[in-house]
Structures are given as structure tokens and as C-alpha cells.
T-cell receptor, first 112, second 115 residues
Framework: KNQVEQSPQSLIILEGKNCTLQ??????????LRWYKQDTGRGPVSLTI?????NTKSNGRYTATLDADTKQSSLHITASQLSDSASYIC???????????FGQGTTLQVKP | GAGVSQTPSNKVTEKGKYVELRCDPI?????LYWYRQSLGQGPEFLIY????????DSGLPNDRFFAVRPEGSVSTLKIQRTERGDSAVYLC?????????????FGPGTRLTVT
């Protein structure tokens, strides 16, 4: 069973619209939760990182939220652009080693 | 270069052959991670180095997989007797220090295809 589950698996939106991606995790304890963006054929790039005591973190048009009680996180993208088309991966970090536990990702396609 | 580099970018090999995948981390980064990403999935942890030693190799799927980092910089992932199920993108990441709060910087990956 995956320790990090994401939904939806894929999503298509029109340019300029907002969207929210969901992440549920069972990893406990954990050190932090990260959201990565992965363009096709590229390695993941970090968008946000939150410790368990943080509720929200923004990076430009990306805003991540974390509810450590319900073990849920979301990534909200505002005013989407064509360049936002990518896979978005939720990642939980194990304590001490920094080993990353990845979700399967949500594939976002932004259409003009 | 400023980022993590991996070579080759693509590797096609026949079943049963031996392959080596190379990772050049960001200069000065002491921690190095290998991950494997199958099509449509998120990456899965394979092995983690702190300096020259493998601090955690719990993700290596079996003894056909081995990785080294002899001088604490470049790392090589070695796969013996390759199988079709080994086909995936192999990602390397480096970090300036050990620990959960440290950022990991990923390379572009090596796409391995076993025919």
C-alpha cells in the first residue's frame, strides 16, 4: 500500500483557471512534506517544503497547505499558465536520513 | 556545471547485460541519493550515500543492484544481469548535508531500456 496517495491522477484545465491537487499520507512520524514539479524528461524540482508545524507555504502562484491532524496536504495553483503543464508530486520526508517517499503524482495539462 | 548531471541520458541494453549509470552531484554536496521511476509513477528510493559510505541501501530491489561512491563525489549505480523489469528512469539527487530538512537537487535522469 502506498504511503503517499495523490488525487486526481490526471487533470486538464484551461489557461488562467485555478486548480487544487490533493495528497493523503500515512507516513508517521515525518519531518516535512514537499511538493515537486516534474516536467517531462526532467528531474523533479522543489516547489514548497513544510514542516509538520506549518499550515501553509506559498511560492509565487503555488500555495501548499498541510493538515497534520488529518494527514492531508493540497497544492493550489492560481491563474494557471501553459508552462504549468507537468507532473506534481507530493513527497514526505522520513526523519533523520532525509529519504523521500513519493506519491505517484498528478499529471496536469493546461490548455489554451 | 551548476546542477546534478547524469550520464548517459539514455541507455538501451539487452536482457542479461551489465550496465553502469553515472551521477555527478553538485560540487560540495555530501549527501547523494539514487531513485528509480517507473512510467507513470513517482520515484522510489534505492540508496543513500553520506560521503563515501552507503548510509541506507534498503531500497535496492535485489543483489543485482549495487552502487558506489569511492571518493565521496561521483557515484555509479551498477546493475548486473539486467531484466526487462529494470527498465525505468534512474534519478540521482544530491544535497549539501544529511538530514530531512536539506533540499535535494535532482539530475535529469538516465532512461534505461532493457530489451
Amino acid at each position: 500500500k502506498n504511503q503517499v496517495e495523490q488525487s486526481p491522477q490526471s487533470l486538464i484545465i484551461l489557461e488562467g483557471k485555478n486548480c487544487t491537487l490533493q495528497c493523503n499520507y500515512t507516513v508517521s512520524p515525518f519531518s516535512n512534506l514537499r511538493w515537486y514539479k516534474q516536467d517531462t524528461g526532467r528531474g523533479p524540482v522543489s516547489l514548497t517544503i513544510m514542516t509538520f508545524s506549518e499550515n501553509t507555504k506559498s511560492n509565487g502562484r503555488y500555495t501548499a497547505t498541510l493538515d497534520a491532524d488529518t494527514k492531508q496536504s493540497s497544492l493550489h495553483i492560481t491563474a494557471s499558465q501553459l508552462s504549468d503543464s507537468a507532473s506534481y508530486i507530493c513527497v514526505v520526508t522520513a526523519p533523520n536520513t532525509g529519504k523521500l517517499i513519493f506519491g505517484q503524482g498528478t499529471t496536469l495539462q493546461v490548455k489554451p | 556545471g551548476a546542477g546534478v548531471s547524469q550520464t548517459p541520458s539514455n541507455k538501451v541494453t539487452e536482457k542479461g547485460k551489465y550496465v553502469e549509470l553515472r551521477c555527478d552531484p553538485i560540487s560540495g554536496h555530501t549527501a547523494l541519493y539514487w531513485y528509480r521511476q517507473s512510467l507513470g509513477q513517482g520515484p522510489e528510493f534505492l540508496i543513500y550515500f553520506q560521503g563515501t559510505g552507503a548510509a541506507d541501501d534498503s531500497g535496492l530491489p535485489n543483489d543485482r543492484f549495487f552502487a558506489v561512491r569511492p571518493e565521496g563525489s561521483v557515484s555509479t549505480l551498477k546493475i548486473q544481469r539486467t531484466e526487462r523489469g529494470d527498465s525505468a528512469v534512474y534519478l540521482c539527487a544530491s544535497s549539501p548535508r544529511q538530514g530531512a530538512s536539506s533540499e535535494q537537487y535532482f539530475g535529469p535522469g538516465t532512461r534505461l531500456t532493457v530489451t
